[in-house]
């Protein structure tokens, strides 16, 4: 079961803090992350970070502007998405898989979050 929030409308430049609080027996075994989907194009594996913490993953276009932390004391991860770009703009939802330093393999996920980056 996965509780997301944080989407919103922003303008180019601007911030937004996503958050995830996952639960279920499979949590603490599983990495977890981000992938996003926009109208028209395909799901795109966003950033990740391995069950134990030591792997992460982004994407080559967030690089430098997205990071991911998590709070173990209430079981909830963040995407901090800082200098976001009209090309941002999709439903953000927040999953479990397997977060190798190349992709996120993820198989299963939460509802979703809109993010809309516009003027």
């Known amino acids: 079961q996965f509780v997301e929030s944080g989407g919103g409308l922003v303008q180019p430049g601007g911030s937004l803090r996503l958050s995830c609080a996952a639960s279920g027996s499979t949590r603490a075994v599983y990495g977890i992350g981000w992938f996003r989907q926009a109208p028209g194009k395909e799901r795109e594996g966003v950033a990740c970070?391995?069950?134990?913490?030591?792997?992460?993953y982004f994407e080559d276009s967030v690089q430098g502007r997205f990071t991911m932390s998590r709070n173990k004391a209430n079981n909830t991860v963040y995407l901090q998405m800082n200098r976001l770009k009209p090309d941002d703009t999709a439903v953000y939802h927040c999953?479990?898989?397997?977060?190798?330093?190349?992709?996120?393999?993820?198989?299963?996920w939460g509802q979703g979050t809109q993010v809309t980056v516009s003027s």
């Open positions: 970070i391995g069950s134990r913490g030591g792997t992460t």
């Open positions: 999953a479990i898989g397997l977060c190798i330093s190349t992709r996120f393999l993820y198989d299963s």
